[in-house]
């Protein structure tokens, strides 16, 4: 008993799943045009920040490198290395944060659910791996274990006295 009609009613619960996978395709390539856009823009971002002394401008591009250092009106001078020093690391972790946040902020409607397609829950971003210490103002306290190798190395080289030939940075290569 079979009739024109029973192939078309077996099809048409078909038609509720292409209309969905449609629309999961259409929701796919707007979000890869948003990724898209969105990179596009943060490739020319940047942020300027001045330490609290007003000694040092720095200026921090999109992931999150320093890219200008400026010694502001010749404080620099009446400083010593470490305060020098300590003014450069506190401007570029602000910078940093900045930045952090500024990207995040860009990204973050791509981390929503999709209205349209329930399936899509949003880009899943572990912004503290991403970012880690950067989002605390790179004070350190981001995720354990990702600091940068030597980075208490290099305190210690900022922080040290010359030695008794008078010159700096020389202990523990040689003394050459």
Known sequence: MSTADEPMKSLEPLEPLERRIAQARAELHAVQEAVTRTESELRAASVTVRSRDRAVEVTVGPQGEMTQLRFLDN????????QLAASVLEAAGQGRAEMAQRVMAAFEPLTRPSGAVPEFRGIDVDWER????ALNGGGGGGVPGTARPGSHRLRDEIDEDPDEGGTRGTRGRGGA
């Open 75 to 82: 404080k620099y001078r009446n400083m010593t290395a470490t």
């Open 130 to 133: 991403l970012f880690g210490s």
